[in-house]
């Protein structure tokens, strides 16, 4: 498993539906090591951090292998790494096999991964599609965020090694599945709503569908 890419932006401000919005999704690969503190990796920053951001979503990676996928979707030749808005394009790690509340390590920082990525407008218009966020839900092609456990420095290159998993876990893509795809009964948001590394967001949702549903 490898960290392909380190991806950071400062927020900018564009034109979207013809009013200013800042963003900070045009992501752009560096070639030295950064650190990834706590909250972000030195040099990035989110615009909005009511939903970007904070100790559950300190970093957001990218598998490297949907890439192909996306390239056929959207007509092009080839993505630029960081295209998804992507702190880390990663090789290894993916949504059907990596379980919320494992745990890995990164070039010197060890993070845990916590909760799928849900696509906003601002990843919409900065592909050009306005009706491509459903299509990246259903995908199941979401990408995960990472909790800062310990904080060091990371470049592209790294090895990711896996150094916990979480036996009480669910995968990345059946927590997508629970939270925003009406997939999954109550047993399993049980399940999900058990398990104690869940991001408050996270578990803020099963909470509300599990209500539903009973």
Known sequence: MKLLSVNVAQPQEVEINGRPVLTG???QPVSHRVRLGKLSLDGDGQADLTVHGGEHQAAYAYPIEHYPHWQTVLGRDTLPLGTFGENFTTRGLLEDELCVGDIVRIGAAVVQVTMPRLPCFKFAH?????????EFLRSGFSGFYLRVLTEGEVAAGDDIT?????????TIRLALGLQKLDEGDA????RALAIPSLAPLLRNDLEKRLAKIE
């Open 187 to 190: 047993t399993q948001l049980r």
């Open 126 to 134: 900065k592909v050009g599609r306005p009706e491509i966020l459903k």
């Open 25 to 27: 999704i045009y992501k």
């Open 162 to 170: 896996m150094l916990e998993r979480d036996s009480a876990g669910i």
